[in-house]
């Protein structure tokens, strides 16, 4: 079963993705904020993370970069899954090393999709 890490810090996103990925058999693991993301990373080594780039603390993209510089975390495929839908933004998350770009609102059918192909990849 693939851990996937959702970090996200709306209550209801992490929910929604909380129980979809769980109803495709993957396991779920949440964080609200980039450091609770950094510290699931290294407490439950997921297989793909879900990352928001709007959270406290530190943003998806520090969260993204810290990932990329860690020897543990360099090739976790990365889905950027957020609101910030400028080019610039897109383009920063691709070349810090986030594998896909998704923007909200979006459909959790794709995002699912996405998530597969990453993880058949891997």
Avoid: C
Wanted: hydrophobic share 45%.
């Amino acid at each position: 079963m693939n851990t996937i890490l959702v970090a996200d810090d709306e209550p209801l996103m992490r929910e929604l993705l909380e129980f979809r990925l769980a109803q495709r058999d993957y396991h779920p693991v949440t964080a609200a904020d980039g450091r609770e993301a950094l510290a699931r990373l290294e407490d439950s080594s997921p297989d793909a993370v879900v990352l928001d780039a709007m959270m406290p603390v530190h943003d998806g993209f520090e969260v993204l970069r810290r990932m990329r510089a860690s020897s543990q975390h360099a090739h976790t495929p990365v889905i950027m899954l957020t609101a910030r839908r400028g080019e610039k933004d897109i383009v920063e998350a691709l070349e810090i090393g986030a594998n896909d770009y998704l923007v909200k609102p979006f459909m959790p059918e794709e995002l699912l999709a996405r998530l597969a192909r990453l993880l058949k990849d891997k």
